[in-house]
């Protein structure tokens, strides 16, 4: 099939680079932006058909035998996506790049004017399972001369978010602070067909997507939550729930943003996990600047992710976010009054927002 013949190009659907031009054109300063995040699309496309190829394309889910800045085994296809991102943000006006696999903020160009955090490749377990997998960016505008300034500070300073999901189709959704876009990769053309220009997420939900094996582990306030959720039409809630887990947050996502839904990776008391497991700067942020960007909540539990301030490179955080109902649901069960008097030593040591 070629390009001409592919089912976009019948369909006469937007492509990314027009959505970008079209956004640019409709205000001042926004073109180096727009080239910021056409940069990383094309590395996700790249990387997309490394993907596609599985083991065709070699042993990408083999570890290398290093550890990433976070402590977590790094694996073949780990080092390829962020070599692949930062080969494309260098044509870009990027002037600092954060990423979860590396030790420390890189500078790409002095006098560039944006600061982008990247985890290139978010469920890396997955790799070897064809199971969805993700690169996920944020990007704000740089401080000149000021690597650490440049990401130091609040989530809602992004001035764009987005990642790109690797599944049976490669997806893209995108915030330019501006609502959401989502786009589909047509492998044919080689670009990125705007499918919806306005997604939104459902305000309540059935699903909840949690890692079920840690429940002894979790705070009170979160065993509480997921015990109303399974007692179904006889509990407080009065509907049943399915349960669902990827062991990839942008998979979570990226089912929220299609049908609703909350996803809770909460912090609990394993050595290692009571500031949680999910990274502030290069997954959080994003995933929470798309998600109110499209209707719903993004939590650590209790307070709102894009209000908190990155103090430490690679800190971590608990992460609730989708429906906003059920994420204003998850926490009153942190600030009810009844409740913390009920459990206040447990609440004090093991909650995710008091550590």
């Known amino acids: 099939m070629t390009s001409k013949d592919s089912p976009a190009a019948n369909a006469g659907g937007e492509s990314l680079d027009d959505f970008l031009k079209a956004w640019a054109a409709a205000g001042e300063g926004r073109d180096s932006l727009a080239r910021t995040v056409a940069g990383l699309a094309q590395a996700g496309i790249a990387l997309s058909e490394i993907i596609a190829g599985g083991p065709l394309s070699g042993a990408l889910g083999s570890e290398v035998g290093g550890q990433n800045a976070d402590g977590d085994k790094q694996r073949q296809l780990d080092v390829i996506a962020d070599g692949l991102i930062i080969d494309a943000l260098r044509k870009t006006p990027t002037a600092f790049y954060a990423s979860e696999e590396e030790e420390a903020i890189l500078t790409l160009d002095p006098t560039g004017e944006y600061a982008v955090a990247c985890d290139p490749l978010d469920g890396s377990s997955n790799i070897d399972c064809n199971m969805p997998i993700a690169t996920i960016f944020g990007v704000f505008r740089a401080t000149p001369g000021d690597a650490t300034a440049s990401f130091f500070r609040k989530g809602e300073e992004q001035v764009a978010a987005g990642y790109v999901i690797y599944g049976p189709q490669t997806g893209l959704l995108l915030t330019l602070g501006e609502g959401v876009a989502q786009f589909t990769l047509d492998p044919a053309s080689r670009r990125f067909i705007l499918i919806s220009p306005n997604v939104r997420i459902a305000p309540t939900t059935r699903e909840y997507a949690i890692n079920a094996s840690n429940y002894r582990h979790w705070p009170d306030q979160i065993r509480a939550f997921i015990d109303d959720c399974v007692e179904g039409e006889t509990g407080p809630h009065g509907k049943d729930f399915n349960m669902r887990w990827l062991a990839c947050m942008v998979g979570e996502a990226h089912r929220i943003f299609s049908r609703g839904g909350v996803f809770l990776y909460p912090g609990d008391d394993r050595a290692g996990y009571q500031r949680g497991r999910l990274r502030l700067l290069y997954e959080a942020f994003p ?62 040591e093991r909650g995710l927002f008091h550590n």
């Open 287 to 348: 995933v929470a600047m798309l998600v109110e960007q499209a209707g719903g909540g993004a939590t650590d539990g209790l307070e709102r992710i894009l209000a908190k301030k990155l103090d430490k490179l690679h800190q971590r955080t608990p992460l609730v976010f989708g429906s906003i109902e059920k994420v204003a649901r998850i926490a009153s069960y942190y600030s009810d009054a009844h409740f913390q008097r009920a459990h206040s030593p447990l609440f004090g």
